[in-house]
């Protein structure tokens, strides 16, 4: 059974680079047929979808986010990293990492998720 870990610094200053990875065990994440995802939420509201790194190495971001998103890889520590730029307030939120499948439902429906990380809550102060 997969399972993901998010792990991360503490708070992060406006305009600063928010950066989380996510740690895997029980899978690769060079696997066919998956992806590796990053969703956020804000209190009391629903998802909000990141991006995502696929088994290749090729990456997709929401283009609400695409500009200040990258998602990047170690396939020798089997982990990967979101790194968000110029963070301000309305980035505080709890992210988390999880898995999709390819031949599942498509990304952006929480259904196409299998396997999740348990959140780290990411704090924007000065």
């Known amino acids: 059974q997969v399972q993901l870990q998010e792990s991360g610094p503490g708070p992060v200053k406006p305009s600063q680079t928010l950066s989380l990875t996510c740690a895997v065990s029980g899978g690769s994440i060079t696997t066919d047929y998956y992806y590796w995802s990053w969703i956020r939420q804000p209190p009391g509201k629903g998802l909000e979808w990141i991006g995502y790194i696929g088994s290749g190495g090729g990456t997709y971001y929401s283009p609400s986010l695409k500009s200040r998103t990258s998602i990047s890889r170690d396939t020798f520590k089997n982990q990967f990293t979101l790194q968000l730029s110029s963070v301000t307030p309305e980035d505080a939120r709890v992210y988390y990492c999880?898995?999709?499948?390819?031949?599942?439902?498509?990304?952006?429906?929480?259904?196409?998720?299998?396997?999740w990380g348990q959140g780290a809550r990411v704090a924007v102060s000065s």
């Open positions: 999880d898995r999709g499948n390819y031949r599942g439902s498509p990304w952006g429906t929480p259904a196409a998720l299998d396997s």
